[in-house]
């Protein structure tokens, strides 16, 4: 059974830093491309942040220089480092993976509509 399971939001102040964290069980994540998607209430959800099988990886336009996202292979596990947070950072931060993605950047654009593993979230919330 395919379990992804976030941690790591919480409540800081603008400026502030975060680490997500997701952890993988039931398949590798080697094998998948996988990424993090956020959505804040009453708004579409959105890609932020993706990565291929190949470890390439692909932001979104209003994170890019911010968000790190990276891949643990041998920990079985998917981090997005946010750093310089803003308040329109603020939402639920899903960690999601997919069988098949052409890029990274599909990941992203599609906004997760390839993926076909969700976690439940991790809410993060920045304070001006």
């Known amino acids: 059974q395919v379990q992804l399971v976030e941690s790591g939001g919480g409540s800081v102040q603008a400026g502030g830093s975060l680490r997500l964290s997701c952890e993988v069980s039931?398949?590798?994540?080697?094998?998948?491309?996988m990424g993090w998607f956020r959505q804040a209430p009453g708004q579409e959800r959105e890609g932020v942040a993706g990565?291929?099988?190949?470890?390439?990886?692909n932001y979104a336009d209003s994170v890019k220089g911010r968000f790190t996202i990276s891949k643990d292979n041998a920990k079985n596990s998917l981090y997005l480092q946010m750093n310089s947070l803003k308040p329109e950072d603020t939402g639920m931060y899903y960690c999601a993976a997919g069988r098949w993605c052409p890029s990274a950047r599909v990941v992203v654009d599609t906004h997760g509509r390839m993926m076909d593993y969700w976690g439940k979230g991790t809410p993060v919330t920045i304070s001006s």
């Open positions: 990565v291929d099988k190949y470890l390439s990886t």
């Open positions: 039931g398949y590798m994540a080697s094998e998948y491309c």
